[in-house]
């Protein structure tokens, strides 16, 4: 399907959905209230400004959270002949505005593509955004198949994986899997606060990934909550009452007692890992984990790089170890357990200083 | 100071402080209760097994959190000659035991190496486990000069950067820095085991992140809970607090007022991630991110590193943004602003399919 997308709203994620779809050879048509975001995302390759005319067939309202229900309605009654979606965190709330305005439901349905940034506006966007990504795809009663199978179409189009499920269900979902992780993050950081300065250098990489997302802009995050009141109040409850308990437990001084909350709730945690998918998809993999030196200078990644291709070897992932105060830090290659020996013997080989780990999911 | 340092305990720890130093150049000895450990150690060249003989000079207690006091005391006594210090994660409650044993405190300070791995015993240790990171050194009063600097000098042959601070503050701090995000994490995790397996898939980035470190064996956080009971139930408390607050202002509906919590709480956030030192120790520094589709095929990445050596452009840092259910992923790397343009010429100018951000820290 070659069909005109609108998209209505050049923030991050309406900029990026033109950008990708654009990149598939879409025609694409863009609008804002805001010119200046429209001259931006135009500028960046993301589409044409919409005069009004022209004949989309599918719209994608990519307003903030609060005035997705509004803004879709105005287009379903403004444009009889569109089928109509979002790309909103949140979907049960525009549903039930549009049901309650009356408006055609049969051109209407949600969408969420998986995908966000610490950072926010048309230049943050990118075409690549949804790559590989989940883009779930929200039907409500009433729902027609076309309109379902042209935001399916887009979701591939952009590279993403569609994932049809209910309004509801994906409400609930996002809750646990997106917004409480937020606000856990933040609630985390924000205890930083009162630490002096030279001490938070003390801080090591458990700290600094497990509060990445609290660099996140407020920006749209209120709006997402409210929009979500019911499912969210539940999942933060079950992520602080458990600390509370644990908390009271500890003022009572009952070591076992501890010891044995203490592993309950780390074996909980650990079981929901588990159920985490490995990359691309697969079920998750035990990984070997080679770690290598490495100095702060241009070409030593190039070097590193082009010796793991010199020994064979195919790295499933990496990540950089930071050394806070030193000119030096630690790459931590993951490989398949075969390949495990044949990286580190062909490092060695030509000079990296390598140590190996057991096996562990990087 | 080039004297023979004795570990007791050839866990992670204690065998990657016997790698680090035998690295160094320093003479090292080894002892655990369990001889196979011993064994697996001197194996790795973490150092030779102790026979009781030798002169250590300073001794280096790395055994269970609940176990260090008492295991200093017996070596305090046993070998009247050495400085004896520990790796603990937590620093008041081994000093309260000897200050009610009558040790002999002069030769004794506390210490503790941030440096930790979600995987445990001897065959995960490896010499550049401290590489960079702090090591806090932790004088009890009475601790002696010759005690405090043999063990800054052990940490900085190992690689890390010595911090002296008191027992009692360091204590505080790792709850914030380390306990509580530990628990935090798992809490989060544990919620995804009420989410079904297919659907779990629909999580991001941000929830893998933020609960990278539930993966933590349980193995010693129940003793380093109850070890450090009374920071830890503040600091729990700190985290729990404001997300049970929202979820009761989430129950009352009242749109306005959530959203103005949420805009506290992530102010808070961002604030406290502002902490955060940069990379290399270097005051944060802001960075322009650059994302690269790449293929998982072997070769990959030693192409595009190449490449970016080629385009002259030093790497701050890099992350792979796993692309789930797709063969193809992307790679954000990081440079200083200044670069960014050379980065992407470079990258397009080879073929490269590259997308710019913002400024923003990785």
Redesign the interface.
Known sequence: MNEPVLVVGAGLIGTSVG?AARAAGREVLIDDADRDRVRVAVAMGAGREWDGQGAPQLVVVAVPP?AVGRTCAQLLAQLPSCDVSHVCSVQSQPAHYLHGAGSDLARFVGSHP??????S?P??A???LF????W?VCPVPGSGERAIARVVALAQAC?A?P?V?PAG?HDE??A???H????????????????A?D??????T???????????D?GM???I??AN??H?????????????Q???L??S?D?AE???A??E?????????A???G???RAAMSLSVV?C?VS????T??????D???A????E????E?????????VALAVAPASKQALIDGLRAVGW?V????E??L
Do not use: Y
């Open positions: 950008l609060a998986i995908a966000g940034r610490e950072v506006g230049t943050a990118s075409a690549d790559v590989g990504r989940p779930a590279g994986e994932v499920l269900e979902l996002l646990t899997l997106s409480t992780p937020q606000l856990v993050a933040s609630a985390l950081a924000a205890t930083l606060t009162g630490v300065a001490r938070a250098r003390l801080a090591g458990g700290f600094r990934d497990t509060t990445r997302l609290a660099d996140s407020p995050w209120g709006q909550a409210a009141a019911v969210l109040a539940r999942s933060l409850r079950a992520v602080a009452e458990p600390l509370r644990l908390a009271d500890l003022d001084a070591q501890v010891e044995a203490i592993a709730l780390m074996g909980r945690g650990r079981r929901g890992r159920l985490l998918p990359k691309h998809g770690r030196v702060d200078q241009p070409g990644l190039a070097r590193l790089f082009g793991i291709a010199t064979g070897v195919n790295v992932d990496f990540r950089v930071h050394a806070p105060g030193s000119p030096v830090g630690v200083t140590t190996e780990g057991p562990e999911s």
